[in-house]
């Protein structure tokens, strides 16, 4: 179809424009003079910057792909000598077993079903994170938590459109100055699925969000003669994540495999700090691209699955001290997940534990619950 293949060229273009973005250069860093006496935030941008945007993308991601697993598509397959269906319905593989297709054969012509049908899903994740930063001189640690609602729209069994809202808050223990982050807000992501053919698919997902942070930090460390600094400012983050996705099954084997790209940029407002004065408005980016692979084995109405996530981070904002030992400020890493997922009748449920490998300084351990209904 020319409408079809006109499209499938739009989004390679758009792909590749968007990696040929990620290959420029620059380097942008923080210098900081005496971490003891910074900010919280000079320190912790350079990593919560995406260990608190990105889980909102993964979130929808996760969420198509279960979408994409449970649409039925009216696909005929051979098994052996027996003709079956792959309805999608509550199965989740592209031959979980050899179901005869009585009623799919009675609907189609030539083999492909005559029909597809529009689904409305209602859908709530809630996540956990924690976080370390185990460097001794920008030490930190505390935890992350999401609750993310959304509401879309399959037609045709081809094309999503969605919209999700979140509430995110995150704690920070600030060890390197004896004091603490806090930091809460609302976001909002419309998103957008295209089913390219049986086993590729592309998605695209934005949002923005509205933050506030109060931080505070203690100078000295003499009951008698410390200082306590407190602060606090508004913030907004947005991103912009990308995905091709090819699916396939191998008996009751189901492989996913993607590239995708993710950018995120965080404007925080000025503010007066105590001890050095006004701290202007500032703004950071992250740039991001990832391949990912999942193998996942299916059980009737149930797959256990593992996944693994390569992502490198692009020209990242590091944070530097003015003398003595460095931070590692790794630009690359591995996300790790095991879960399950269950395919009930109008129901899917998702849940996975992820740790993050490969990073000197930073760990982070999350585990993440999905519901979604089909109405």
Do not use: C
Not at 22 to 43: D, W, Y
Not at 105 to 124: F, P, R
Not at 319 to 340: I, K, M
């Amino acid at each position: 179809m020319p409408i079809k293949a006109a499209l499938q060229n739009s989004l390679k273009t758009l792909l590749g424009l968007l990696l040929l973005q990620l290959s420029s250069s620059a380097l942008a860093f923080t210098l900081v003079t005496l971490p003891e006496l910074t900010p919280s935030n000079a320190i912790t941008d350079s990593t919560t910057l995406n260990t608190q945007i990105q889980p909102v993308a993964n979130v929808i991601r996760a969420h198509l792909n279960g979408t994409r697993r449970t649409q039925k598509t009216g696909r005929i397959a051979q098994h052996d000598n027996v003709l079956a269906a792959n309805s999608y319905v509550n199965r989740i593989s592209d031959l979980d077993y050899a179901t005869f297709a009585y009623n799919d054969l009675a609907s189609t012509s030539g083999g492909v079903s005559s029909g597809s049908s529009d689904t409305n899903s209602l859908w709530i994740n809630s996540s956990f994170s924690s976080l370390k930063n185990t460097f001794s001189r920008t030490r930190f640690d505390g935890d992350i938590q999401m609750i993310m609602a959304g509401y879309d729209r399959t037609v045709s069994d081809q094309y999503t459109l969605g919209v999700a809202l979140g509430y995110q808050t995150s704690t920070l223990i600030t060890r390197f100055n004896t004091g603490d982050e806090k930091t809460k807000g609302f976001n909002i992501s419309p998103y957008f699925a295209y089913l390219l053919s049986d086993t590729w698919s592309f998605d695209l997902s934005l949002g923005h969000g509205k933050f506030s942070t109060t931080q505070s930090r203690t100078i000295g460390n003499v009951p008698v003669t410390s200082l306590t600094i407190n602060n606090d400012f508004a913030s907004t983050r947005s991103f912009l994540a990308t995905n091709l996705t090819n699916v396939s099954a191998m008996g009751n084997w189901n492989l996913t495999g993607s590239v995708g790209i993710f950018a995120a940029k965080l404007k925080q407002d000025g503010f007066v700090d105590g001890l050095i004065g006004t701290v202007p408005d500032s703004s950071k980016s992250v740039k991001q691209w990832n391949l990912a692979g999942e193998a996942a084995y299916s059980h009737r109405d149930s797959e256990s699955y593992v996944g693994v996530v390569y992502e490198k981070v692009k020209d990242p904002e590091i944070v530097q001290l003015s003398a003595g030992e460095q931070p590692s400020n790794d630009p690359s890493s591995f996300l790790l997940t095991a879960g399950w997922r269950h395919f009930g009748k109008d129901l899917t449920a998702n849940f996975v534990f992820s740790s993050r490998l490969g990073q000197d300084n930073v760990t982070d351990n999350g585990f993440s619950t999905t519901i979604r209904i089909d109405l």
